[in-house]
């Protein structure tokens, strides 16, 4: 890190920072500018808050140099990781892209068996759809629990499809994982440490959204919370941020997908469905996120918006799901890759 | 809600929409306009997702009009809730002025102790420390544990002040319950909808934190949730939002103040500390709180903060808080309150 | 627009408020709802500030229905703009995807003819180049003024490309429209009406940039101030929010392309230098801007990046240009279009 | 500034770096630290564009150090100035605050006459109302031009009021200072750098309001190209920026405040009417600005804001304002300044 002193600063005051760095057992390395002086303190120390010499007298700022996350990174792991999913043990992040399809909801045996067969026949390789629901209103449909994982084991049953379902506290880890094939953490959980602990102690694959707000960083140490806990098989997922915009739900943040080739080795996805919000904006956004470089998307399809108890302004139906995919396969291919 | 047609719709269109409307149990009401129709459809209808309506076509958006909250809003309860805590029964929400202080987390028995006098000396009524800690950063400090909770214990012995601290996941709810007299929820948490019920389960206040972007309606949902769940007893914080600033950590939205005494009864404290982010700028945001109509300020004081080990870059001391305290007594006169 | 009342609203609250609606012209339609009132103010009165009647007694607040855009809609134009820019009447907006490319700022004559040549041979239609530089910092570089206008002029001369560059100001739309084929207005002028009215009267094609944090809204009213002074020939360019994210310069939000086909008549391109700020980020987001239907694309080339005197962080070099347009080729042709 | 190479960055990258850093006449200083090497680039160069090294081989980022405003700055001068306004030559920055208040449009002689007497009894110094109008609607009121800026002189003539009324664009410049004493640069306009540099030519003082989403530091750049032009009398003014909230139309960011104070000598002004866009927020947050150590407020003021022509929905009526001077001069007392 970079300790900056204010104009006017005192040898005495950069001492006492000097003597606050070796303290944290950092090595210094004081630099005397023509308008500032800054110290630099060298070495690894992950644990300790160095925002506490902010603090000390005449310092300006402290400014991090090392990023915190280590074992989501590119420099501890260079090769991208290939994450297989599911019965048939499809690959999230090798030269396919994988696309995982579904209603927001599980409403009905009838609706995700539909929706299975359907998004299965388009070449999805993934069924999502949501037993326990977190809802922002305590008076909307909060999930058949249970008996909606029943209802998504079944549809693997039929379709070969794996099965990814929401996660939403840790008293429900293991009851999710009975019937789950990839266990998902929502935006509003991303930094539910604990909850991330205790995926992290399971051994299905985790698909972690990232949070309304995250920054890069708090997204990548959230995948680190998990894979410390002993589970490296984590898919990102970029699902839109808030920000002042109007006409979407959220703001679907694309640059996160070279961002993250960039920093880490781990493969994303893209939800252009809650990233927008908007069924007509999802195939436009699902073609652009799969130019972008995504290896793969996370899509909401219901055999009935007008009547879907859940998310039906963003649910695509399946004959449009079924148009995207062509359409995706070939801008897949224009970018060197396949469906 | 109303619905908005898209130009050039047909009467058929309509219907489907007066169709769809009443599907929901709702009454309809066509208003045919210069250049648009709209449907107002009539009726209290919390629990259906009248969003699938935009699905429908030739529909351009759906806009409701009802807040979807209920028993935190001002509608069904007109007067001011009060909140008492701890040992002395101090009141939250009252013509008085709480405060509540302490340092980020509780890292030794002498430094929660010394803070806890030096806060109680100055006139505050609450001690803040963290014993469970929510760090972004899976290499941090995460706090002191049961330990830590034993440790706010000693000191609200000494001190007579109502111990403050966070439970972060369902788990530990009961643990906490039995030592603190607030159960903090903080801004990660606070769409964690389990725990949100978990607590709502108790009988100990909850101090709910507003979360990073949250919206006035998802943190009103949010107290709700606890309401709802049986534990009327709420205090919201505001501590800042995550936006563009660069200048701060977070931008503190002190226009949250009025809004939530308008549209609820409970009562709202002010987080200036994290909703600023540097120790400079906190006397004057504490200052600012109070003018703005706030019941009180919740404040990170720690005896040195340059060796703080979280947080310490927006820790004020003993002697800050002291002088701060002077301040905000006038400043709450000049309201008409006192502390 | 929907005039809601609040709860406990009064017969005289609201004969008030028919009161005021008709004072503004407008056809008033009351609806008594299980919980709110709301009035209906019908009538297309787009002169008027109807958020007064959010100052009436017991109004809870007002919801406009109408966009207030007219000539910049879909509405009143059904089917697509395609403007003509340049020597070779280049089209933006029709089924070619049109490529502006050039660097940030005017330099030299070597290096605004390398950079010609370069781009023209790789597929662009347009040159961009900034003459006249809005600079955040006074001490910076501020443009080689009219000199960089010719140098402009003899590169269009040597490749017929079509020059695109920055009007910063009144005073200088006409020497600018002397020397460029299309009138950039920057996204720090958006809203400067006074501009946006000076190039309406010019009938060289405008571009124009998207504001920090424009709505969408917004941005098509800042069309419609261009076009009812005279000039139809819009161009609209996204180049990125600003928003909390710290990995990128600005957000690009690619859903703004469907919203504004959808919305608009107008011809629409992403700017994904500055709509990233990394050099690395912009053949990604190039390809993923085509692939969400976008009319074209404007980036930042440069012959020497690591010299440039301004963008170079965000400045692609001229073989990553021909090899992103190779790509972009491949993902036009993916979704039906071709450069 | 500070350049953060990658890792695995060979001699020959950081040698490279060094290069560039010395052709941009600066010294270089090279750390080699456990994980990182930075290369710290020493001397003031505020001229040149150093993101240009962030385009080398090998280079992570490049973190600026010294910030690049300078004369607005409290390094250059360490005491507060104190602009004075009007006929009367009220101070603002000094121990006394200053309230600006008055219609968002001057729309009539009795509308602003009416409200001048008003403001003025209940203690203000200057009285605000715009001539010309930026209006992001082209079909809306526009202002009444030349004839609004005489009723402001007449309303001067009899109250000895300070008038503040914005100037749109350098053509309007010399026609606005001849009746104003305040030229006003609205948000719209903080970075239109044509029009800073022209009322820097001017010699009456100039309100420069924050741009929607200004940064402090472009904030204060805005403030140095007027300085720099001739004009040493800015004052500055927070009304709020645009954010994800809801139940505002500007989130208004009281810590600016203390943030300005501590960087810049400059005083500055609040403006809660645009900085919350509704009425009954606006006496609180007049309070909460006083307390957080603004130097003064400017305030919307309507007789009868309900058939007011702009800005009815965040316009206090005359009543309202004398009841809050009242509260402001109490607040203003309990931090040690007066009205």
Redesign the interface.
């Known amino acids: 890190m ?1 300790v ?1 002193m204010k ?1 006017g600063c005192t040898p005495a005051d950069v001492q006492h920072v000097v003597d ?1 760095v070796r ?1 944290l057992g950092l090595r210094d ?1 004081v ?1 005397v ?4 002086t ?1 110290i ?1 303190a ?3 120390k ?4 160095k ?6 007298p005449m310092v300006d700022r ?2 991090p ?2 990023a ?1 996350y280590k074992v989501a990174s590119r ?1 501890v792991k260079r090769e991208p990781s290939v994450i297989r999913i599911g019965p048939s043990g499809a690959e999230i992040g090798g030269r396919k892209i994988g696309v995982i399809a579904g209603p927001c909801s599980v409403e009905s045996e009838e609706q995700i068996l539909t929706t299975a067969r359907a998004v299965r026949a388009a070449g999805a390789i993934g069924l999502r759809g949501g037993a326990f629901k ?8 909060q999930g058949l629990g249970e008996s909606g994982l029943k209802l998504l084991a079944a549809a693997r049953e039929q379709t070969g499809l794996a099965v990814v379902t929401e996660v ?5 880890v293991d009851l999710v994982a009975e019937y789950a094939d990839v266990l998902q953490i929502g935006a ?2 991303m ?5 991330l602990r205790a995926v992290g102690a399971c051994e299905k694959p985790v698909l972690l959204k990232r ?3 995250a ?4 997204f990548l ?1 959230a995948a ?2 998990i894979i ?1 806990a002993g589970n490296p098989h984590v898919i990102l997922c970029e699902r839109g ?8 739900r959220n ?9 993250v080739k ?1 920093e880490s080795h781990l493969p994303i996805l893209v939800d252009p469905s809650h ?2 919000g ?4 999802v195939p ?2 699902c ?7 995504a290896d793969g998307i996370i899509v909401e399809v219901h055999p009935d ?11 695509i139906t399946h004959d449009t799901f079924a148009q995207t995919m062509q ?1 995706l396969a ?2 897949a ?3 060197g890759r396949s469906i």
Not at 215 to 218: A, C, F, I, M, R
């Open positions: 970079i900056v104009p606050l303290q390395h630099i500018g023509t308008d500032r800054v630099a060298i070495g690894d992950r644990t300790v808050d925002g506490a010499i902010e603090s000390a402290v400014v140099i090392l915190p420099e977190p809802r922002t209103n305590p008076y909307a449909f939403m506290s840790i008293d429900q509003r959980n930094q539910n440490f604990n909850l949070g309304m707000v920054s890069l960083e708090e140490l680190e919370y410390n941020i808030r920000t002042c915009e109007e006409y979407v703001t679907l943040a694309l640059a996160v997908v070279p961002a960039r990233g927008t908007h069924a007509y904006m436009a956004m073609k652009a996120a799969i130019a972008a470089g918006p007008q009547h879907a108890l859940t998310d039906g302004a963003q649910s359409e070939a801008v291919h224009a970018v």
